[in-house]
């Protein structure tokens, strides 16, 4: 059982470059999301998604795009990446019905802008 | 809006006694939930324990126990007879609501709990 599996678990980007942070989820869950965790913070929300075909803007979209084409990928894209994005990024997922249901993280993506 | 405050950056248990880490929330909605997630240094997210607003009775899971005082707005996590393993940065969460938008998590500064031998 694979969980959240996110792609690649380490980056290093020149200021500008754009790439695309990958996530998979194996449990048919319904709602996905993107974090960002920076030191001495906790967890902020990017973009999230209820369903293949919606998505909808969290805390810190800008510079972040994303699309749910399918109910296990949702991906992150860095249009053109910048020192300031520099963090460890995280992809959760859970069931959308019941308000109880913790969110299952992967296993992060530390990426490093220069 | 909402918010969750965790004051201690920083705590000292010894090994084998019980520790208690705060968490505050602000919400003006009738219905949330509470998380509380675990991350040692491999820097994974673990879920601990959930208490929901409308539960009566503080939620527990093995050593783990939520100490939930609704009208303080408090949700306090006590970790019983502490092991080496807890080491560990804790976040308490909120979810509000029950509608799609609500799955969102809100999350706090989280505290460092270091357990001494």
């Known amino acids: 059982n694979a969980g959240v599996t996110q792609t690649p678990k380490f980056q290093v980007l020149k200021t500008g470059q754009s790439m695309t942070l990958q996530c998979a989820q194996d449990?048919?869950?319904?709602?996905m999301s993107w974090y960002r965790q920076d030191p001495g913070m906790g967890l902020r929300l990017i973009h999230y998604s209820v369903g293949a075909g919606i998505t909808d803007q969290g805390e810190v979209p800008n510079g972040y795009n994303v699309s749910r084409s399918t109910t296990e990928d949702f991906p992150l894209r860095l249009l053109s990446a910048a020192p300031s994005q520099t963090s460890v990024y995280f992809c959760a997922s859970s069931f959308s019905r019941g308000s109880n249901q913790p969110q299952h993280f992967g296993d992060g993506t530390r990426l490093s802008i220069l | 809006a909402q918010k969750i405050t965790q004051t201690q950056p920083g705590m000292f248990v010894q090994e084998k006694e019980a520790v208690t880490l705060d968490c505050t929330y602000d919400t003006s909605d009738q219905s949330y939930g509470l998380f509380w997630y675990k991350q040692p240094s491999s820097g994974e997210m673990i879920f601990l324990i959930y208490q929901g607003s409308y539960d009566e009775q503080n939620a527990t899971e093995g050593r783990y126990s939520l100490n939930f005082q609704k009208a303080r707005k408090s949700a306090n996590l006590v970790i019983s007879a502490s092991q080496l393993g807890d080491s560990a940065m804790y976040f308490c969460?909120?979810?509000?609501?029950?509608?799609?938008?609500?799955?969102?998590?809100?999350f706090g500064s989280g505290t460092r709990l270091l357990v001494r031998p």
């Open positions: 969460a909120m979810r509000e609501g029950q509608m799609d938008s609500s799955y969102k998590l809100i």
């Open positions: 449990m048919n869950h319904e709602y």
